[in-house]
Structure formats: C-alpha cells, structure tokens
C-alpha cells in the first residue's frame, strides 16, 4: 500500500496500475470478513486507491480517466460479492473522485489557456503599438522631408531667374533637378497616402523640434502643471530635423505620462548638449497623493507610451531608458545623436531603472 501512495504524485498512472494490481492480488486472496471490506487495512487501501484514480483524473487527459474509472469500478465490485450497499457505495465513491479530479483538470487547463491567450495578445498589442508608432514616425518623417523637398523644388526652379548668366547647361541642369525633386516630392506623397489614408489632407509644414521646447513647457504650465526647463551647453553641430522632431516628441510624450500617472508632481525637462549627442531628461516627483498615482506602466493616450519612445529613439540611432527613481519619482532619459543614424529597433528591449 506504501508504494502506490509513494507514486501517486509523481507518477499517478504508475500508482493507480500497481494499486489496481494489488486489489485483484487481495479479491483473490479473500476478503478479511465475509466478502465485505470491513477491516482497517482493505479501507486505508481503498483511500489510496481512490487517490490514484483522482490524480489519474487530474493529470491525463479523459479518456485515460475514464478508462481508470472504468477498471477500478470493476476490480472493486468483485470484491463486495452480493452486497448491493457495497457495490453502490464502491461506484459512487470512484464515480466522485474522478468527476472531481476531471473538473480540477479543466481547470487547469483553462487557467493555462487563459495565461498563454493573455500573454499572446499582450505581444500581439505590444507588436501593433511598434508598428503604429513606425507609421507615425514615417508621417512625420514624410513632413519633414517634404518641405525640404519643396524648397529644392522651389530653389532649383528660381534659379534661373535669380543667377545671372546662367549656361544652357546650368539651366538645364536645375531643370532636372526641379524635375527629380517633384517626382521624389510625388513619390512620397504617394506613401502618405498609403500610411495617413484618403481622410487626411498632406501637411508640407515644418515639423517641431528642440527650438520648440519652451513652447511646449509653457503650454504645460499654462495647463497647471508645475515644470521647469533647463539647458547646459549649446549642439557642437546642426541638429538634423529627424533628430529634434524625436527629441520633441519624446519630451511630449513624457510630459503627458507625468500629467496622467503622477497628477500633482512636478516635473524637471533637463537637454544637456554633449560633444556626441544630445541628453534629454524628464524626471517627475512623487505625485502630491499617492492615491492618485497609476501603477500601471506610463503609456500615451493612444497606447503607444514608452514603446514609442524608444521607438522614436531607435530611429534615429539613440536610445532610451525609463524606470522609477530613488525618490520614488519616474524619469525618462534618452541619448539622441545631432545626425539620425537609424538602426534596428529589436524587440529585447529592457526598462532601466534611473537612479537619480
């Protein structure tokens, strides 16, 4: 009896085959009185075998249990001979172990289920938010790029009448590049089409950068939050327009997170210009009630939040951090370059925790 109880839980076929085993070893050795299993040892039995059929039920699939059952119910009844009471008494105890340990099962198996549809569709959001984030870069790339486009458009094609004594040549040559640039110009407007469908109107104005900071916070004060810029140093080279549209959008980015999840806070916007890259830095208090904090890891109001940053950061070569500070604020660092050098964005990216 000591080793189908000792398999049991490790390996319940194992032990509910030699339980079984050992029940028709003792019906055909007799019962201890009268047919009955009325003696201490045949009724502990009994408990261990009833608990080989359970974790049978519980761990293998329903046909193994129902075949369990099956065999048990019959190796038990030719123990209880003419007994009516035994016999029923026998059925409905197996019956009952093995319905509950099928329903353990279930559920089991549908918690897990749950669990890998619940971590499926959080890669599946996580994925969408990349690629609409990408879309949306693209558009804002598009706008960049097609005002400068527009203005070598408009350059190329005044030329003439600006430059005196121009060669056919010459002219002919700004004639071909005013033609390049309208078909490129052409071209990319084609793609916006594609990314902002048939609904939205092309917009060929520039598109914010760093010199638009100052406006953001002030339009962030002006809405009641309490925030504080502050710039070290000056860039060594021009900034590239892909670079300070990032740089804009991630500071916007993280000042809405600080608005939503830590209403109350103050918050600290810090650009510092190094010798090879720009350092933006958004750091939040401790919101002024706790109760009002969000748990929930900071995300924008059409579910891009951090994701995108470092999406907007990854674009254009930088990179970005975010996590909660010592002082139980949340800060938001991100390390751009003065000229967008785009690489990889990989799906491995991890949240670090600033310690300032």
Known sequence: MALPAGLVDRYPLAGWRLAT????????????????????????????????????????????????????????????????????????????????????????????DLERQTELSELEKARRTVLEERSRIARDLHDVVAHHMSMVVVQAETAPYRIDGLSDEARAEFASISGSARQALDEIRGLLGVLRGTDETVALTPQPGLAELDDLVDGARRSGVAVELTTAGAPVTEVSAAVGL?????????????????????????VAYTAQAIELRVRNTTPATRANAQTAAPTSANGHGLPGMRERAAVVGGTLAAGPTASGGFAVTAVLPYLAAPRAATDDDTTEEPTG
């Open 246 to 270: 990032s740089a804009y959008r991630i500071v916007q980015e993280s000042l809405a997170n600080a608005v939503r999840h830590a209403p109350g806070s103050a918050v600290t916007v810090d």
């Open 21 to 112: 085993v050992l029940g028709v070893v003792l019906v055909l050795l007799g019962p201890p009185a009268e047919g009955e299993y009325d003696g201490a040892w045949p009724v502990i039995f009994q408990w261990v075998w009833l608990a080989t059929v359970f974790f049978v039920a519980v761990r293998y699939d329903r046909w193994t249990s129902i075949c369990a059952w099956a065999i048990t119910v019959a190796a038990m009844l030719t123990g209880t001979g003419d007994n009516a009471g035994t016999a029923v008494t026998m059925i409905v105890a197996v019956t009952a172990v093995a319905v509950i340990g099928d329903l353990v099962r279930a559920r089991r198996t549908t918690s897990r």
